[in-house]
């Protein structure tokens, strides 16, 4: 079964620019969350979808959006990139309907804004 | 608001000795607790999980009980081994915001 896929690994932009990361999910899974993983902050929620249902959302900025397709597949967007954008972006999906906390994580997308 | 807080590290131990990350939590309900594991470059993969008091997760030799009255859910191991050397997260979640609160991370290195 394959696992979690997030596309592009890696990127780099320039301040101003806008990006857009793609994930897809385990066949089956039906909830993908995203989160920002910095050095300083750690790990930080930026959202949550279901069945293409925003269920739940970070405290990002409304620079940082997503959305979630009908074959599970989200993608999230971060416009007028900052030098603090500098991130790797995980993407996580899991089966259920309810929060069950298991989460199923792909390898990340690390961008870098010059 | 909901936090986790974790031992810092690095921990940096001999291969076969004993292992505690310490982990402790802030909530106002009654969460489910987490360990994740980040190996160098990869995403993080679930390595236990305990929902409610008294429950101990356990895998890979990895084991952490749900301590209600000291708000706690420290990871031990036995004996590492040097293929442990990753880093570790404690998390929580709590009701149906669909996220997990994550501690700090602990990174642990396993000398031969």
């Known amino acids: 079964k394959a696992g979690v896929t997030q596309t592009p690994r890696y990127l780099i932009k320039t301040r101003g620019q806008q990006v857009t990361l793609s994930c897809s999910p385990i066949?089956?899974?039906?909830?993908v969350s995203w989160y920002q993983q910095t050095p300083g902050q750690g790990l930080q929620f930026l959202f949550e979808?279901?069945?293409?249902?925003?269920?739940n959302k970070g405290n990002f900025p409304g620079r940082f959006s997503g959305r979630q397709f009908s074959n599970s597949r989200s993608e999230m967007n971060v416009s007028t990139l900052e030098l603090g954008d500098s991130a790797l972006y995980l993407c996580a999906s899991s089966p259920g309907q309810g929060p069950t906390g298991e989460l199923f994580f792909g390898e990340g997308s690390r961008l870098t804004v010059l | 608001g909901d936090s986790v807080t974790q031992m810092e590290g690095p921990v940096t131990l001999s291969e076969e000795a004993f292992l505690t990350i310490n982990c402790t939590y802030t909530a106002t309900g009654y969460p489910s607790l987490f360990w994740y594991v980040q190996y160098p470059g990869e995403g993080l993969q679930l390595l236990l999980k305990a929902t409610k008091a008294d429950d101990k997760g356990s895998n890979k030799g990895f084991e952490a009980t749900y301590r209600k009255e000291t708000t706690s859910f420290h990871l031990e191991k036995g004996s590492v081994q040097v293929s442990d050397s990753a880093v570790y997260f404690c998390a929580l979640s709590e009701g149906s915001n669909y996220q997990l609160i994550w501690g700090a991370g602990t990174k642990l290195i396993i000398k031969p």
């Open positions: 979808y279901f069945s293409e249902t925003q269920r």
């Open positions: 066949s089956g899974h039906r909830s």
